[in-house]
């Protein structure tokens, strides 16, 4: 393991996989209510468990506070240690440190734990500068709210804002939760990645199956509901020798699917992956981008169907 890495958030470095909870509770993106109930959204915990993934995302922002009280009342249902990730969105009314512990507080009473492993601040645009929410987060971890703080959405020269100003209180930056998928390498282009690793912050990559769009069940005839359709409408008629070659190395390994290569992918270029499941069948077959490793030859000709794509 990098020898930049502290001791502090080494665990994080060990974690390979993760749950993303938007999904629980989310009606305005997910339609969460209608084709899924909160027994699916347990159901996908649950299966994800048994699949011995260990590390959910969620944040107070997620259906008003219902995926933090979800995620409360599921752990509460299990004895498996579970590691939990939340976040604080910086809204302008919140002007002072202050509001970061306080807002820590709420997370914490609605999850129904004293403390989390993964405190995150959930985007950059806010009326507190960097380095007073890094204060606060230093605080934060010194109170025992959290074990370890991340940033979310941080370009390069913000993190580095967030990781100095850490520095000064001791504090290493444990996690930047970014964009990251095979239809979405950004954070490749512009060094964002390189420079995690340099720095032995850990990338978790959200929207590892660009929203549904890698497991090749979308197309320019039948595109995604709600606005993702809207989002995905100019990408949606390109996609098709990107899901093709996938679907080919997936069979080559034993008949994975499009979705386990894309999360597979993600694991491989070093980043922690937190696809989102609205129930157990999603749940599950993402949990079976476990175990296995695509070659390097089948990852570089990834890389290339995604350029062609992305140019
Ligand atoms: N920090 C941030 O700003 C930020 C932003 C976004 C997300 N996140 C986090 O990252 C997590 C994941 O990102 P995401 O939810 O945006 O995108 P994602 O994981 O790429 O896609 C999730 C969606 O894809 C579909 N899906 C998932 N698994 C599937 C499967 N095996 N087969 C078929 N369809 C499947 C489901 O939607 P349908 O069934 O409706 O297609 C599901 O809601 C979130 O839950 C959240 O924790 C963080």
Same mark, same amino acid.
């Given at each position: 393991m990098n020898?930049?890495?502290?001791?502090?958030?080494?665990?994080?470095?060990? /974690?390979?996989?993760?749950? *993303?909870?938007w999904q629980w509770g989310d009606r305005l993106i997910w339609q969460y209510g209608q084709a899924y109930k909160d027994e699916d959204c347990r159901a996908a915990f649950e299966v994800s468990l048994e699949a011995g993934i260990r590390f959910v995302d969620t944040a107070e922002v997620y259906g008003n506070g219902r995926s933090e009280r979800m995620l409360g009342q599921f752990l509460k249902e299990t004895e498996q240690p579970v590691l939990v990730a939340t976040k604080f969105f910086p809204f302008p009314w919140r002007l002072t440190k202050k509001s970061l512990i306080k807002a820590l507080g709420r997370s914490l009473e609605r999850i129904g734990v004293e403390t989390v492993d993964?405190?995150?601040?959930?985007?950059?645009?806010s009326l507190i500068s960097i380095e007073n929410l890094m204060e606060?987060?230093?605080?934060?971890?010194?109170?025992?709210?959290?074990?370890? /703080?991340?940033?979310?959405?941080?370009?390069?020269?913000?993190?580095?804002?967030?990781?100095?100003?850490?520095?000064?209180?001791?504090?290493?930056?444990?996690?930047?939760? /970014?964009?990251?998928?095979?239809?979405?390498r950004a954070i490749e282009k512009d060094g964002l990645l390189a420079r995690c690793k340099e720095l032995? /912050?850990?990338?978790?990559?959200?929207?590892?199956?660009?929203? *549904?769009?890698?497991?090749?069940?979308?197309?320019? $005839?039948?595109?995604?509901?709600g606005i993702r359709a809207q989002r995905y409408g100019s990408l949606l008629p390109k996609i098709g020798p990107?899901?093709?070659?996938?679907?080919?190395?997936?069979?080559?390994?034993?008949?994975?699917?499009?979705?386990?290569?894309?999360?597979?992918?993600?694991?491989?270029?070093?980043?922690?992956?937190?696809?989102?499941?609205?129930?157990?069948?999603q749940a599950e077959e993402?949990?079976?981008?476990?175990?296995?490793?695509?070659?390097? $030859?089948?990852?570089?000709?990834?890389?290339? =169907?995604?350029? =062609?794509?992305l140019k």
């Amino acid at each position: 393991m990098n020898d930049t890495i502290s001791s502090e958030t080494r665990f994080l470095h060990a /974690v390979e996989f993760g749950l *993303g909870a938007w999904q629980w509770g989310d009606r305005l993106i997910w339609q969460y209510g209608q084709a899924y109930k909160d027994e699916d959204c347990r159901a996908a915990f649950e299966v994800s468990l048994e699949a011995g993934i260990r590390f959910v995302d969620t944040a107070e922002v997620y259906g008003n506070g219902r995926s933090e009280r979800m995620l409360g009342q599921f752990l509460k249902e299990t004895e498996q240690p579970v590691l939990v990730a939340t976040k604080f969105f910086p809204f302008p009314w919140r002007l002072t440190k202050k509001s970061l512990i306080k807002a820590l507080g709420r997370s914490l009473e609605r999850i129904g734990v004293e403390t989390v492993d993964l405190y995150q601040i959930h985007q950059p645009f806010s009326l507190i500068s960097i380095e007073n929410l890094m204060e606060a987060m230093a605080e934060a971890i010194k109170d025992g709210l959290t074990r370890t /703080v991340g940033v979310s959405n941080y370009n390069q020269s913000q993190m580095l804002r967030a990781y100095s100003a850490l520095a000064r209180k001791d504090v290493p930056l444990a996690s930047n939760q /970014v964009s990251y998928s095979l239809l979405n390498r950004a954070i490749e282009k512009d060094g964002l990645l390189a420079r995690c690793k340099e720095l032995g /912050v850990r990338l978790i990559a959200y929207s590892p199956i660009e929203k *549904g769009l890698l497991t090749g069940k979308y197309s320019a $005839e039948n595109p995604p509901p709600g606005i993702r359709a809207q989002r995905y409408g100019s990408l949606l008629p390109k996609i098709g020798p990107l899901l093709k070659l996938m679907t080919q190395f997936g069979q080559e390994h034993g008949g994975k699917s499009k979705a386990q290569v894309a999360l597979n992918w993600c694991i491989c270029k070093g980043a922690l992956p937190i696809p989102g499941a609205k129930n157990a069948r999603q749940a599950e077959e993402n949990a079976g981008a476990l175990g296995w490793k695509l070659t390097e $030859e089948e990852m570089a000709k990834l890389d290339e =169907a995604s350029d =062609a794509i992305l140019k």
